[in-house]
């Protein structure tokens, strides 16, 4: 079955960085589009960054700038360097893969960013 584990989340003081992992398996990845979602306490979970197969990104428009979506294939890890963090960013983050018109989400790692 697939299964993607995040990996990397922690506390860090605003303006540091953090770097997430997410690790795929049972898909295959060159083929499938990843994103992270987070989702903060009591919010909807919101779109942060997304590549798709052929390499292009997308941000939502309060990352942008600060955040850097990346995919290895190779190892089957899709990565979000964060980069400048604000409180604001602190949430549960999230991995999704969509493969042959499906979504698989991971488990999802804490971020939390003090002030």
């Known amino acids: 079955q697939v299964q993607l584990v995040e990996s990397g989340g922690g506390l860090v003081q605003a303006g540091g960085s953090l770097r997430l992992s997410c690790a795929a398996s049972g898909i295959i990845f060159s083929l499938a589009a990843m994103g992270w979602y987070r989702q903060a306490p009591g919010n909807q979970r919101e779109l942060v960054a997304t590549i798709a197969e052929g390499g292009s990104t997308n941000y939502a428009d309060s990352v942008k700038g600060r955040f850097t979506i990346s995919r290895g294939n190779a190892k089957n890890t899709v990565y979000l360097q964060m980069n400048s963090l604000k409180p604001e960013d602190t949430a549960v983050y999230y991995c999704?893969?969509?493969?042959?018109?499906?979504?698989?989400w991971g488990q999802g790692t804490q971020v939390t960013v003090s002030s």
């Open positions: 999704k893969g969509s493969s042959h018109l499906n979504d698989y």
